[in-house]
Every structure is written in C-alpha cells, then in structure tokens.
C-alpha cells in the first residue's frame, strides 16, 4: 500500500543551514498491516507521516501509494490520495465551535457524503469509539482521552484505507494510552490500515504488532509483531 524507496529528507533553516530529518529510508507497508514507526523526538516519524500526505516532498527518493508515484501526481489526484487517509494529531485539532456530532459531519460534507449518509454513520462511529452519549457535547466538555477519541473518530468517518497516527497517547495517561490503543486495533482489525508514529514503549508492547525503528533519520531496526 505504502513503498518508501531510498527516501532522504533534507529541509533548509531560514539561516539556509540543512538539516537531515531522513537519509536513505526504504520500508514498505501492506494494506491491512498495522505499523508502529519508533524513535525519539526528532528522529523523523512526523517527516514520513507528511511524505505519505504529500505534505512534504522527498529531497531525494521515491514514494508510492497503492503503487502510484505520490510525487508523480497531478493536484487532483493528490487531492484524491489525502481523501484515503486519515490522520490523528497529539494535540487533537478539534474544531471548538463544534460539537461532537458537528465535528464530524463537517468532514463528511466536505468529503461529499449525504445528509443521509451522514445521520446513518456518525451514530455508529461514535459507538465504536465510547462517545454515542457525547454528540452533542463541545471539545471543551471532554476528557482528554475523550477528545483523542473524538480525533480518531474523525479520522475514520470518511472510510479512509489508512490512518496516520502522530503520537496519538502522547498527552493522555496510562489508562486512556490503552482505551486509544484498543481503539486503534479495532479499527485496523476491521480493515483499515494503520501507521503510527510514536516514542513510547508502552504503546509498541501492548500492540505487539510490526515496528520500524528510526534514529535520526535512519531506520536502526525492525521487528515483526
């Protein structure tokens, strides 16, 4: 689903300084699969998770989405690629003026869904993630292990073929880390691809799922589930 080809990464500092965020980075991810990225701060996870979103563009490398050169693409077909994934941030992204129900049915409509479409599904992601009696709760009335649920509802609503998780139990505690995780594993048991980024260990042990190993910018290590 995801091939990554001898990828470096090379960004310019506004003092025109380079900095190597990844060198010669190879892996590939089969649809279904759920892939754990592993490494400290700064060691380049949120770079690759912005490669697969065509967010940022390889210094050097290639990079394939369901076998089609990303940076081959036309804006349309970019367009299109980011409509196949989902992404769930740290800090959440919510929209605050929104409620629950609000939050998602906004990325619905503007991903083209119907209004029927809508009243049919939301009731049902919001089950599959523990907040079916929160829908008409605002971001600021939840938990924070409840907002990270919302955000990967949010992620999943539009049926995305993969999701990109950035650090996504990197604010919550040990007890919601492993609500979330269970979330995601049964998200990625039903079919959709998964990639998350993370530097916790706790994370990697629960899932016992295929980890790649990164240290500054280089993958060290991996491990099958």
Known sequence: MVEFQ???????????????ALEDVSFKIEKGELVSIVGPSGAGKT????????????????VFFEGKEIFKMKKSEIAELRRKIGVVFQDYRLLKAKNVFENLSFIMEVTGFSDREIKRDIPKVLELVGLE?????????????????????RAVIHRPK???????????????????????KKINEMGTTIVLATH????????????????????????RG
């Open 47 to 62: 770079t690759i998770l912005k490669i697969i979103l065509a967010q940022e563009k390889p210094t050097k490398g290639k």
């Open 6 to 20: 001898k990828v470096t990464k090379v960004y310019k500092t506004k003092n025109r300084k380079e900095v190597l």
């Open 200 to 223: 916790n260990k706790e994370v990697v042990n629960f899932l016992k799922t295929r980890v790649i190993y990164l240290k500054k910018g280089k993958i060290v290590g991996e491990r």
């Open 162 to 184: 993969i999701i990109l998780a950035d650090e996504p139990t990197g604010n919550l505690d040990s007890l919601n880390t492993l609500e979330i995780l269970k979330i995601l």
């Open 133 to 153: 009696e929160k829908m008409e709760s605002f971001p600021e009335e939840l938990s924070a292990g409840e907002k990270q649920r919302l955000a990967i509802a």
